[in-house]
């Protein structure tokens, strides 16, 4: 039972096998690869973005590396930048509260969770395919919020409860 937050939020206590963590960083969707000469490679800022996720979750205290085959739980709430600017589709009562509302621009929820599934690749898991329940809600921050993404880890048990 460890929990990280890398922001200033009060922390809920995590159950056994469960970890939460909040990195502040802002969602980033996972392009598609670029072909050169044949070749295939990630874009650059995409790679950089990687590398700094992968630093940030660092190796948890409490949360070893999940087994092989361990199936994993991945719920996130990915909070993205305000805009400046009441979008069309945002009601101007909730515009005015300053209060986070659902997201539906860019990045794609499955895009973005897609990244950090690949980020977290050798860190909380061997392989991506390991998580098998997931929650992902895109969020637009409250005003004056910091864009980032807050994660909760769970393992399961091959019958698919708590492990």
């Known amino acids: 039972m460890i929990d990280i937050i890398a922001i200033g939020r009060p922390a809920t206590q995590p159950a056994a096998g469960e970890v939460h963590v909040a990195l502040a960083l802002k969602p980033y969707g996972k392009p598609r690869p670029i072909v050169e000469r044949g070749r295939a490679r990630m874009p650059d800022a995409y790679n950089?973005?990687?590398?700094?996720?992968?630093?940030?979750?660092?190796?948890?205290?409490?949360?070893?590396?999940?087994?092989?085959?361990?199936?994993?739980?991945?719920?996130?709430?990915?909070?993205?930048?305000?805009?400046?600017?009441?979008?069309k589709h945002v009601d101007p009562a909730l515009w005015k509260s300053g209060r986070p509302y659902l997201a539906t621009k860019t990045p794609d929820r499955d895009n973005a969770v897609?990244?950090?599934?690949?980020?977290?690749?050798?860190?909380?898991?061997?392989?991506?395919?390991?998580?098998?329940?997931?929650?992902?809600?895109?969020?637009?921050?409250?005003?004056?919020?910091?864009?980032?993404?807050?994660?909760?880890?769970?393992?399961?048990?091959?019958?698919?409860?708590p492990a």
């Open 48 to 87: 950089a973005w990687r590398t700094q996720a992968r630093w940030h979750f660092g190796r948890l205290p409490g949360w070893d590396v999940a087994k092989a085959h361990e199936p994993v739980e991945l719920s996130a709430d990915l909070y993205c930048k305000r805009p400046q600017r009441r979008p």
């Open 114 to 161: 897609g990244a950090i599934m690949d980020a977290l690749n050798g860190v909380a898991w061997h392989d991506d395919c390991q998580v098998q329940l997931g929650r992902v809600y895109m969020w637009v921050c409250a005003e004056g919020g910091e864009p980032r993404c807050e994660l909760t880890l769970r393992r399961l048990g091959l019958h698919g409860g």
